[in-house]
């Protein structure tokens, strides 16, 4: 069975920093793109950004409005991805769920989904 | 503003059949595969349909997805009290990478 746990979520002050885990179990973890996804209180969903997996160059992109302050990282050795966060803002405050990623290209256009999610963990941005 | 334009509410009655706009551009919808996300009150997402129009397994026929164009939609039918949920679309964009609808809220009535 395909689990995602979420962790280190909790209340931080504007500026400061903070790093989340999701710890993945029921597959094999280095096969698979993994997600950060965010919910403001009351809002909807908010793509964060996708580390890639290591046949693709683990390599990373992020949404304009986390670019150069937040980073997803992974340690296939650990089934765990990561997501560091500096000089939060109050607007970051929200739920944050991993994701499993499923993707291909296809001739007609690219296939990309998140097939699981975890329970989410909440951050909290205030002074 | 989301750059995936969902109606922000939509209800029908118990038995009936309800649909789901999800309206883009061809920078994302035109060009891509669109999938769907049920959040029941309280708990994470859910993948409710992928590539248009497919079904993970354990998710029941009565769910149903199609695209046409620069939006895609997703159907209920045989609504139950227990669909009551927040829908999203979301798709690939060549330009924001991965893009999310607004939200649908359901309302069984």
Request: with cysteine.
């Amino acid at each position: 069975e395909v689990q995602l746990v979420e962790s280190g979520g909790g209340l931080v002050q504007p500026g400061r920093s903070l790093r989340l885990s999701c710890t993945a179990s029921g597959f094999t973890f280095g096969d698979y793109a993994m997600s950060w996804v965010r919910q403001a209180p009351g809002k909807g969903l908010e793509w964060v950004g996708f580390i890639r997996s290591k046949a693709y160059g683990g390599t990373t992109e992020y949404a304009a409005s986390v670019k150069g302050r937040f980073t997803i990282s992974r340690d296939d050795s650990k089934s765990i991805a990561y997501l560091q966060m500096n000089s939060l803002k109050t607007e970051d405050t929200a739920v944050y769920y991993c994701t499993r990623d499923q993707g291909d290209y296809y001739g007609s256009g690219r296939s990309y989904y998140f097939d699981y999610w975890g329970q989410g963990t909440l951050v909290t941005v205030s002074s | 503003q989301s750059v995936l334009t969902q109606p922000p509410s939509v209800s029908a009655a118990p038995g009936q059949k309800v649909t789901i706009s999800c309206s883009g551009s061809s920078s994302n919808i035109g060009n891509n595969y669109v999938s769907w996300y049920q959040q029941l009150p309280g708990t994470a997402p859910k993948l409710l349909i992928y590539d248009n129009n497919k079904r993970p397994s354990g998710i029941p026929d009565r769910f149903s997805g199609s695209k046409s164009g620069t939006s895609a939609t997703l159907g209920i039918t045989g609504l139950q009290t227990g669909d009551e949920a927040d829908y999203y679309c979301g798709t690939w964009d060549s330009s924001l990478n991965w893009v999310f609808g607004g939200g649908t809220k359901l309302t069984v009535l």
